[in-house]
């Protein structure tokens, strides 16, 4: 059980409270009054306790209160308290006179304010109730997120064992292929760098333009590979490498032209990529080729719908994106705000 474990519920909270209560009143009266009698005020008693704090807390208070309507919840916990007060001390001397009493006790106009009075006292613990009650879920739910985030960290540091060890045979193979073929050694150089940045950077909030340009040459490398011809790429870059901007927001763009702006027939594939530092803005530009095939266009247009969303969520509407199909030609156009 979690009550063992020592991760009670509220709700198990509850039921031991309420025991102890039972308990404490029950024994209380037990020497004087006998088990029977002491018995049969406990469950009573208990029995209003739970309807006014319960019948306040859970419903009254929610409903009216905290809705607005004060004069109404005033009215109803006057009727709960009297209504409430009258049928525990009703039940409890009726009780008592029928089975326990050896003389006849009266219901009067000063016994009805006694328990009256009472409800009145329970219904202010009601609100103690209510906040110990608050405070224990708070708390329940602190601890469980505290335990959430260690397992998060833990796992976090299981995940990084095999990356780190792929690195190393990554390495080790760069070594090896150097010797013999620089050129394959270099693209296995760019495949690290490209799962570094994966495991390493793209987790972070933001990154410097460097690492980002970086990335991108990277990929741009390994995609060149399935290529049988060369490619013409122009890349301008005009832009302080130390800024800083979100990972992966230029990605979309360049992996859009080589899903869709490349022929790997053709001879004459040319591509254009521009990033530019202007006015306190990163302008970030593709031009390319359509070689579009049917049903191709809706990929696209995910991509760029999923882009929008994260646009939208880091800057509001402080960032211009923009498409161009007129001429045969993708032109890709961002503008965001730099930091």
Known sequence: MKLIKGQATTTQLQWLIWIAVFLIIF??????????????????????????????????????????????????????????????????????????????????????????FAGFLTYMLSFIFRIAIAYFALKQQSEKILVQKSQAELNLLKSQVQPHFLFNTLNNIYYEAYREAPRTAKLIERLSDIMRYFVDESPKDEVSLATEILFLENYIALEKIRIRHEIELDFIKECNADLRIPPMLLMTFVENIFKHGIDKSSSENKIEISLVQQDGNLLFQTKNRIYEKAGTIESTGFGIKNLKKRLAFLYGTRFELNIDTTGNYFTAFLKVPLT
């Open 27 to 116: 024994f209380s009266i037990l020497p004087e009054d006998g088990f029977y009698h002491a018995l049969d005020f406990t469950i009573i008693s208990v029995a209003f306790y739970t309807l006014v704090i319960y019948g306040n807390i859970k419903f009254l208070y929610p409903r009216y209160y905290e809705k607005g309507h004060k004069v109404q919840y005033v009215i109803y916990v006057i009727i709960m308290l009297v209504a409430g007060g009258l049928a525990r001390g009703y039940l409890i001397i009726t009780i008592y006179n029928k089975f326990f009493g050896k003389a006849m006790e009266e219901f009067t106009l000063g016994t009805m304010l006694n328990f009256i």
